[in-house]
C-alpha cells in the first residue's frame, strides 16, 4: 500500500504568525501518527518561514521513537546562515529516514518544479553519495513533463537514476490544477508514463504537492506502484473543518481503497 507521510509545515506558518508555540507542531505530528499516519515530512527554508531548526530536531526524536519514518526536504545547494545549518548538516544531525532534494530557491512561495537532470546530475551525485553514507534513503524532486523535446532537454527522468539516487518525487501539482478543472486523462497519462520509465530506471517513485482527499484517489488509479505521497496544504486545510485525526484516517481509507482497488 502507498504510505502517507504528513507535511506539517503549515502548522509552523500559522505558530509563526504569531510567535509562541501554539499551535504545537510535535503535538500536531503526534496526533497525525495517532491517526494511523505513517510519516511525518517537513521542509524547513533557509528563512525559516515556517519549520525552524528545533522544530526539525523535536521531530527527528519524535518518529524516532514511534518508529515511523521522517522525511527532511530541502534544497542541498542553499548555503548556511544564522538559524539555518544548511540542509546537509541537518541530515546528518537528525539522520532522517528519507532526505528528499528540491531545487527550490529562496524567494520561492512553495516548491513549483524539479530538478533539470541534464544540468544538475553532476553536482547531484556527491550530495546524494554524501547523504546515503549517513543511512538516509534519497528521493528527487522532479517535473512529468509532457512534450517530450522539454523532457529530453531536461536529460530525462532516467537521469535521476545516474545521481544514486533511490527514488523521485513526481511534483503533482500540474495535476492537481488540471484535475480541479476537470478532464485529468491526459495528464494522468504522462504522470503514468513518467513513473514507469522511473521505475524501469531502478528508481522507485514518490508523490507530492497539491494532493487532496478529491484527486488522490484518481491519482493513484492510473500511477502504478506509488511508494508514498507527501501530503500536508490540503490535508491542513481540510483539517480545519473536519479536525486533524479524521482528516488522516480519511487519507488512510483511500491509500486503502486504492490497494483493494488495484489488487482485486
Given at each position: 500500500m502507498t504510505v502517507l507521510s504528513v507535511n506539517v509545515n503549515k502548522i509552523?506558518?500559522?505558530?509563526?504568525s504569531r510567535g509562541g508555540n501554539l499551535p504545537d507542531v510535535v503535538q500536531a505530528a503526534r496526533t497525525c501518527l495517532d491517526?494511523?499516519?505513517?510519516?511525518?515530512?517537513?521542509?524547513?527554508?533557509?528563512?525559516?518561514?515556517?519549520?525552524?531548526a528545533d522544530d526539525v530536531y523535536a521531530l527527528a526524536e519524535l518518529t524516532r521513537s514511534r518508529g515511523v519514518e521522517f522525511n527532511l526536504e530541502?534544497?542541498?545547494?542553499?548555503?548556511?546562515?544564522?538559524?539555518?545549518?544548511?540542509?546537509?548538516?541537518?541530515?546528518?544531525?537528525?539522520?532522517?529516514?528519507q532526505a528528499t532534494l528540491v531545487?527550490?530557491?529562496?524567494?520561492?512561495?512553495?516548491?513549483d518544479h524539479g530538478f533539470d537532470f541534464a544540468r544538475d546530475t553532476g553536482r547531484l551525485q556527491p550530495l546524494v553519495a554524501e547523504i546515503k553514507s549517513l543511512g538516509c534513503r534519497v528521493s528527487l524532486f522532479a517535473d512529468a513533463h509532457g512534450d517530450p523535446a522539454m523532457d529530453t532537454a531536461a536529460g530525462g527522468?532516467?537521469?535521476?537514476?545516474?545521481?544514486?539516487?533511490?527514488r523521485v518525487e513526481l511534483y503533482t501539482g500540474p495535476y492537481a490544477d488540471v484535475a480541479s478543472a476537470g478532464g485529468a486523462a491526459a495528464m494522468l497519462a504522462r504522470f503514468a508514463a513518467i513513473a514507469r520509465r522511473a521505475q524501469s530506471a531502478g528508481l522507485g517513485v514518490n508523490a507530492g504537492h497539491?494532493?487532496?482527499?478529491?484527486?488522490?484517489a484518481n491519482f493513484l488509479a492510473?500511477?502504478?506502484?506509488?511508494?508514498?505521497?507527501?501530503?500536508?496544504?490540503?490535508?491542513?486545510?481540510?483539517?480545519l473543518y473536519a479536525g486533524l485525526d479524521a482528516t488522516v484516517r480519511a487519507y488512510l481509507e483511500i491509500l486503502a481503497t486504492s490497494k483493494r482497488a488495484v489488487t482485486s
Open positions: 509552523a506558518v500559522l505558530r509563526n491517526a494511523g499516519a505513517h510519516g511525518i515530512t517537513v521542509h524547513p527554508r533557509p528563512d525559516a518561514r515556517h519549520i525552524r530541502g534544497n542541498p545547494f542553499a548555503p548556511p546562515r544564522p538559524g539555518y545549518p544548511g540542509f546537509l548538516a541537518l541530515c546528518e544531525q537528525v539522520r532522517p529516514a531545487p527550490d530557491s529562496d524567494g520561492q512561495l512553495t516548491s527522468i532516467e537521469r535521476a537514476a545516474e545521481t544514486g539516487a533511490d497539491d494532493l487532496s482527499q478529491a484527486n488522490l492510473a500511477v502504478p506502484d506509488v511508494l508514498e505521497v507527501s501530503i500536508g496544504h490540503a490535508l491542513i486545510s481540510e483539517a
